[in-house]
């Protein structure tokens, strides 16, 4: 019993202690503390805000150029009618990743849908008159696969001619995983979706010549080689364009007699590596010497440096080493930075001689949203994300934007080393 009043005894010295004083005391603490927390919270929005406006002034002053010419004014002198211009946009390889795979594959139906990877960046290749790219898959009765001897469902590749690509490179170091058998209904499937291919030996037409408002263009791809070489027959071999100096000056010819411009696909260099090796820039200066106007490589799965050399005539010349992948599933940071190459061409109305006008390139960003995601790989317009969230429309995460941010100053860095 004496024990219950000393408890009621203590719970009064406590109510005793706890006066209204120490109440009010404890409250104005409390309101302090979340007065001060609101304060650093409107501080730190308020440099958010100001570090976004200033980040979104950078990115409106960044600009993609690589080149352009000189001359200027377009109306030529002793004619009334205007030069013409050709636009070419260029993406690199286009990989169907094992991931990409089960991202597309729809369970219900037994199919697979590719559509939405593509969808964010359709209208950045609307304006041009032709879309080059180098598919680095087959398209065979086979099982399919993303990685080894790679066979994409035939959903992919219309995925990717609705996306605007119509013309593609199908010499690439995979091109025979299937032998020549697999290389011939990739090819006729490919043309049968409405692509115009380059890269075979199939038949005597080993370059590609495609007229544009009038213009004739050359197409003219390689590559360095294939998997498993060494256990390829020699009539495998003779069915893919892999690059020699002889054949390449041979068909070079043929494209100065037959074209009024020439432009060359290399599938080259070193896997994601950034920088060309000294054998990529020995077969360029060969490729420039005998009569390429552009040379577009691929297959490091990384961007590398663009310049402009000078032919022998004095006129100027494209070499872009490596435009990186188009799409893949490739987790590299330097693989998910992508560009599509804009091209503009001046044809002359004096003497309808092609020239090298502009380059420039708009970059985009393979995003993967999460395997838990209902729709996993995206290409997005880097830039345009990046100033959409700068300007308060946050349409990615903070973590992504932040990426596009480094992804867009390491593109500069390595297309102007």
Known sequence: MSRNRRNKRTFKKFSDIMSLKTFLTLVTILILVILSSISIILFRNMQDKKLLAKQKEELEKSVEQIFIS????????????????????????ILCGEEMLQDAYQKNSNSYTFDYMFNNITSLMKSSDLVLGTMESNFTSNSYSGYGNRNSPKEFAM?????????????????????TEGLKTTKQYLEEIGFSTVGDR????????????????AFLSYTYGVENQSSKSKKELEALNIFSEETAKEELEYAKENADYIIVIMHWGEPYATSPSDEQKNIASFLVENGADIILGNHPAAIQPMEIVKNSEGENVLIAYSLGNYISSIDYETSKLELVLNIELRVSSKDEKVTLNKVDYTPI?????????????????????AKEYAGGNKIVSKKIYNELLNGLKLLEKVIKN
């Open 365 to 385: 960003y393979v995003m993967d949203n999460g395997s838990s995601a209902e729709n996993r790989y995206q290409l997005i317009d880097m830039k345009g994300v």
């Open 202 to 217: 199939l038949s005597e037409e080993t370059v590609n010549i495609q007229t544009i408002k009038g213009t004739r263009l």
């Open 159 to 179: 995925a990717v001619k609705k996306s605007g690509v119509n013309l593609v490179s199908i010499s690439t170091n995979h091109s025979l995983d299937y032998g």
């Open 70 to 93: 000189t001359e200027q004014n377009i109306e030529n002198s002793n004619s009334n009618r205007p030069d013409s211009i050709l636009n070419i946009s260029a993406v690199g390889d």
